[in-house]
């Protein structure tokens, strides 16, 4: 009997694993799948050499952010929407995301910084910053990259 609670015990915790990674190998495929046209597209266009990251960054519209170099080895970010024109962005002369970042922990009080993306809106180019602040209360941050200006604040979710 007691060899059969074993065996049960081990078997459903077997399969609370497999079902947690199928659904998360299937909730991640649409993002991979997007973030990969998105490579394809930049690179037929002939946007970027090499890449070297892709996410997807949603805002009214979701769109799919490529980082990586051009033919002349220069930093760049290629923005290509769901529907509509890709925007390519020369990175040398923008804000970085670790300047972002500090620009962010000087003026708030962040307890851990959840992501930062870059991403094309309509004021340009601007960096998302998600953090908790130290009440533990989720907060969205944007900065352009262009000179690292406040661009908008959604704070205390």
């Not at 009080?109 to 930062?116: A, F, N, P, R």
């Amino acid at each position: 009997m007691k060899e059969w609670m074993k065996f049960i015990i081990v078997f459903l915790s077997f399969l609370a694993v497999a079902i947690v990674l199928v659904i998360l190998f299937f909730g991640n495929k649409p993002f991979s799948e997007a973030e990969q046209a998105a490579i394809e597209k930049v690179q037929a266009e002939g946007l970027l050499e090499e890449v070297e990251r892709a996410y997807v960054y949603s805002s009214s519209a979701q769109s799919v952010t490529v980082l990586g170099t051009d033919g002349e080895g220069k930093i760049k970010a290629a923005f290509v929407p769901e529907e509509g024109d890709m925007e390519a962005l020369m990175l040398e002369d923008q804000v970085t995301a670790q300047q972002a970042r500090e620009i962010v922990q000087e003026d708030m009080e962040v307890e851990e910084i959840l992501h930062t993306k870059l991403g094309m809106e309509e004021a340009g180019a601007v960096w998302e910053i998600a953090f908790l602040n130290e009440a533990g209360r989720l907060n969205y941050v944007y900065l352009l990259a262009e000179d690292g200006t406040w661009w908008k604040r959604i704070l205390n979710l």
